[in-house]
């Protein structure tokens, strides 16, 4: 149960659009398309961005948007604001019926 | 309004044992998964363990795995995580969360309980 691999960080300008990587293995993000995206603020509880590779929660924003080709799940947030400055997790469903977090990417916006 | 509330974390000696709560409200607790997920201080999000809607499937990390338990009373909203031989790793803040597939993803999320091993 390795963690899934993301870039530490990533930033961006206001208005920009920035991709989060999120690298596993054909025992996890390649097996199926559970893939999920998670936003903490410092101090919060994390929230659910994405889900099953590309859908979005009631509620959240349609500036997030996921994909997933082979190993390799992305997170893009376009048009960045200032609110999007966070820490984002990836996470995925695995072969062993459990699942596991990326390291996580802290979000900067310039 | 989906609420989670967490109880029962605290200091504890290396060796010894916690048991943690979540009190859910806000929906039907006994239709939906739960879990637990875990954040070391400074670090990122851990997976901890998952009980299935009516509790006949539990599913744990391998960090856990023997030492925890997942269990959960559906007449009382109630979702617990027995931790024995705790260990100075396994210090953290323990968020509960509601699950919307079989073992993810967790759609609701308490505040979190913190548990520090320490002597």
């Known amino acids: 149960q390795s963690a899934l691999t993301q870039p530490a960080s990533v930033s961006g300008s206001p208005g920009q659009s920035i991709t989060i990587s999120c690298t596993g293995t054909?025992?996890?993000?390649?097996?199926?398309?559970?893939v999920s995206w998670y936003q903490q603020h410092p101090g919060k509880a994390p929230k659910l961005m994405i889900y099953d590779v590309s859908n979005r929660p009631s509620g959240v924003s349609n500036r997030f948007s996921g994909s997933k080709s082979g190993n390799t799940a992305s997170l893009t947030i376009s048009g960045l604001q200032a609110e999007d400055e966070a820490d984002y997790y990836c996470?995925?469903?695995?072969?062993?019926?459990?699942?596991?977090f990326g390291g996580g990417t802290k979000l900067t916006v310039l | 309004e989906v609420q989670l509330l967490e109880s029962g974390g605290g200091l504890v000696q290396p060796g010894g044992s916690l048991r943690l709560s979540c009190a859910a409200s806000?929906?039907?607790?006994?239709?939906?998964?739960m879990g637990w997920v875990r954040q070391a201080p400074g670090k990122g999000l851990e997976w901890v363990s998952v009980t299935s809607s009516s509790g006949g499937h539990r599913y744990y990390a391998d960090s856990v795995k023997g030492r925890f338990t997942i269990s959960r009373d559906n007449s009382k909203n109630t979702l617990y995580l027995q931790m024995d031989s705790l260990r100075a790793e396994d210090t953290a803040v323990y968020y509960c969360?509601?699950?919307?597939?079989?073992?993810?993803?967790?759609?609701?999320w308490g505040q979190g309980t913190l548990v520090t091993v320490s002597s």
């Open positions: 996470s995925s469903y695995t072969t062993s019926s459990t699942s596991v």
């Open positions: 969360a509601k699950v919307v597939g079989i073992v993810d993803p967790f759609d609701h």
């Open positions: 806000g929906f039907t607790f006994s239709s939906y998964a």
């Open positions: 054909s025992s996890d993000v390649g097996a199926y398309n559970y």
